[in-house]
């Protein structure tokens, strides 16, 4: 507690980047869903048909139209990162829709931005086939066919979707649940890393087992105490704020994700300490700690589904904390399963707590022998 408090960069590193974290994605993701997207629209036609297109494009809660003179103006600004996609209405298009001649409605949409490109392409989409619907709608009409006939033909299958766990496809409820976690899990394994390899850096750890009666069990459990109990804190009160004061989805019980976050903290900090008894070198545990944790981030399944990832790479996602936590929350939070849903997961967190216990004698050796590079 002593060096805590004399070393800055504990605090720092732990409690002041989660706070800006949290404070950072809780307003960045405050809309929940991107809106006004800027999509652009050349309308080479010019119609009442064209004009109510470009209306109906405008009112979405995604989409803001960007009208340009031609093609290249609008290829131009698509380019530059300007606008998320744009349409081109061809000409004669009111004549040959009224004729049955199909015209062509083309769009393009910059996927290389992942989330504007996807949103702006289903918006475009969906005006695009409610456009062709009041079409249809306008010529069976002109043909005497009455509404219920007509319901049929415009959309002869009905589609009933239920989003589970995030019916507003809020992207905050979608990332910030697992974003948190991850960066909680990177926190800790850094943290944990300097502050055990600190004492071989500065060689302080011969006096340190001295204190411990010569243990390396009790220094370690006596070191790590005081940076549990903060990063228990931290969790802890993330979990609070995402499902009490931001209001998330939580169809299980607080207590529950309680359990789910002690036991995801504990086992970071395992892996932190095979890390740095298995790498007895400060600089070194420390690369090895954040190259680790980042992969945590893809190897999670909460972007990219591991189901669809290599058979080997699904063998090595279990080595991350972070992928049964993210099990683990969606079996509480999203399905409210209890127990019989997470139990599993709690077992893959537990069995990381055996892993300081394959390093203790080797690191034990390191403390009392300092025979290691410090520079």
């Given at each position: 507690?002593?060096?805590i408090?004399?070393?800055?960069?504990?605090?720092?590193?732990?409690?002041g980047?989660?706070?800006?974290?949290?404070?950072f994605?809780?307003?960045?993701?405050?809309?929940?869903?991107?809106?006004?997207?800027?999509?652009?629209?050349v309308?080479?036609d010019c119609?009442?048909?064209?004009?109510?297109?470009?209306r109906?494009l405008?009112v979405t809660?995604?989409?803001?139209?960007?009208?340009?003179?031609n093609?290249?103006e609008?290829r131009?600004?698509l380019?530059?990162?300007?606008?998320?996609?744009f349409?081109v209405?061809?000409?004669?298009f009111?004549?040959?829709?009224?004729a049955?001649r199909?015209?062509?409605?083309?769009?393009?949409?910059?996927s290389?931005?992942?989330v504007?490109?996807?949103?702006?392409?289903?918006?475009?989409?969906?005006?695009?086939n409610?456009?062709?619907?009041a079409?249809?709608?306008?010529?069976?009409?002109a043909?005497?066919?009455?509404?219920?006939e007509?319901?049929?033909?415009?959309?002869?299958i009905v589609i009933?979707?239920?989003?589970?766990?995030?019916?507003?496809t809020?992207?905050?409820?979608?990332?910030?649940?697992?974003?948190?976690?991850?960066i909680?899990?990177l926190?800790?394994?850094l943290?944990?890393v300097?502050?055990?390899?600190?004492e071989?850096?500065?060689?302080?750890?011969?006096?340190?087992?001295?204190?411990?009666?010569?243990s390396?069990?009790?220094?370690?459990?006596?070191?790590?105490?005081p940076?549990?109990?903060?990063?228990?804190?931290?969790?802890?009160t993330?979990n609070?704020?995402l499902?009490r004061?931001a209001?998330?989805?939580l169809?299980?019980?607080?207590?529950?994700?309680?359990?789910?976050?002690?036991l995801?903290?504990?086992?970071?900090?395992a892996v932190?300490i095979?890390i740095?008894?298995?790498?007895p070198?400060?600089?070194?545990?420390?690369?090895?700690?954040?190259?680790?944790?980042?992969?945590?981030?893809?190897?999670?399944?909460?972007?990219f589904?591991v189901e669809a990832?290599?058979?080997?790479?699904?063998?090595?996602?279990v080595?991350?904390?972070?992928?049964?936590?993210?099990?683990?929350?969606?079996?509480?939070?999203?399905?409210?399963?209890?127990?019989g849903?997470?139990?599993e997961e709690?077992?893959?967190?537990?069995?990381?707590l055996?892993?300081?216990f394959?390093?203790?004698?080797?690191?034990?050796?390191?403390?009392?022998?300092?025979?290691?590079?410090?520079?």
């Open positions: 507690m002593r060096l408090r004399q070393r800055p960069v504990y605090l720092t590193a732990s409690v980047t989660f706070t800006f974290c949290i404070v994605f809780l307003t960045f993701f405050r809309e929940g869903i991107p809106h006004d997207l800027p999509i652009g629209i309308d080479n119609s009442s048909l064209s004009r109510e297109i470009r109906q405008d809660e995604l989409g803001k139209t960007c009208i340009f003179g093609y290249r609008a131009e600004a380019q530059t990162g300007s606008i998320n996609a349409c209405i061809p000409e004669n009111s004549e040959d829709v009224q049955g199909q015209p062509v409605f083309t769009f393009y949409v910059n290389l931005y992942f504007g490109g996807s949103l702006a392409y289903k918006d475009v989409l969906t005006m695009a409610l456009a062709s619907g079409v249809q709608r306008e010529i069976l009409t043909k005497g066919m009455d509404k219920t007509m319901a049929g033909m415009l959309q002869p009933d979707a239920h989003q589970i766990g995030n019916t507003t809020d992207y905050g409820v979608y990332l910030t649940n697992v974003l948190l976690p991850g909680l899990e926190i800790i394994i943290v944990t300097y502050s055990t390899g600190a071989l850096k500065y060689g302080t750890s011969r006096h340190l087992l001295e204190k411990a009666g010569n390396t069990i009790t220094a370690l459990t006596g070191k790590l105490v940076y549990t109990i903060l990063f228990l804190i931290l969790g802890l993330c609070i704020i499902y004061w209001d998330f989805p169809e299980g019980n607080l207590p529950d994700m309680a359990v789910g976050m002690i995801f903290v504990l086992a970071c900090e932190a095979f740095v008894g298995t790498i070198v400060l600089r070194t545990a420390i690369s090895v700690s954040a190259i680790y944790s980042v992969l945590a981030f893809s190897m999670a399944g909460f972007t589904p990832m290599p058979p080997y790479i699904q063998g090595i996602s080595l991350f904390p972070l992928r049964h936590y993210y099990l683990f929350y969606v079996q509480e939070a999203i399905f409210g399963a209890g127990f849903g997470w139990w709690a077992v893959h967190m537990g069995v990381f055996f892993l300081p394959l390093v203790l004698k080797r690191l034990g050796k390191a403390y009392r022998r300092l025979d290691y590079p410090r520079n």
